[in-house]
């Protein structure tokens, strides 16, 4: 039985080699008529995708509970196409289109139980819509908050990340943070 059962095993797989072996095999160098050795990047159809960090202690002070702060300082550019990095925080896209929008933050204030929020800001304007939060569980522990947003952006839009205290008018520390855009349409 065992026999059999490889023997059928040895002959299903010699037959998907034959009719492998049977299709037509690209050239070196060609996929679609098109030799890859001799492509202008400016005749590809490439979307826009942008990707800036914080790997930075930076402390936003928190005057109000309940009030949305933007992080405003030490991002670095990683990947920039199809966009501009502005200032030292935003994302400012050079085409008019539909964006997924990936943001997350390591997080944490000198209070246990806190609620903390994050969001995307458009041209310095809070979207509570995307917003994700999470609640502190310890003094000084950080908590990761994560989120994704889809929506139309207008050529010149600047996106930015901004945090939220919900319970406390109590300094948030932002230890990471990236913020990345792809136009999907």
């Known amino acids: 039985m065992i026999e059999q059962d490889l023997q059928l095993q040895i002959n299903s797989l010699n037959d998907r080699l034959e ?5 037509p095999q690209l050239q070196d160098h060609q996929h679609n008529g098109i ?7 400016n005749d590809l159809d490439l979307n826009a995708y942008s990707y800036i960090y914080n790997n930075t202690d930076t402390t936003i002070t928190v005057g109000t509970a309940d009030t949305w702060y933007e992080i405003d300082s030490n991002f670095s550019n990683e990947l920039i196409f199809g966009a501009l990095f502005v200032g030292s925080h935003n994302i400012m896209v050079a085409q008019t289109g539909v964006y997924q929008i990936i943001f997350s933050s390591s997080l ?29 569980v310890a003094v000084d522990k950080s908590i990761n908050i994560a989120g994704c947003a889809i929506l139309n952006l207008t050529a ?16 948030i520390l932002v230890e990471h943070a990236n913020l990345s855009l792809f136009r999907i349409g």
Do not use: C, F, M, R
């Open 19 to 23: 009719k492998s072996e049977q299709q």
């Open 156 to 171: 010149k839009d600047e996106i930015s990340l901004a945090v939220k205290n919900y319970t406390l008018a109590t300094d």
């Open 108 to 136: 944490q204030t000198g209070t246990a139980d806190q609620v903390l929020g994050l969001t995307i800001a458009k041209g310095g304007i809070v979207l509570e819509n995307p917003h994700e939060n999470g609640t502190t």
């Open 35 to 41: 030799d890859s050795t001799k492509v202008d990047i």
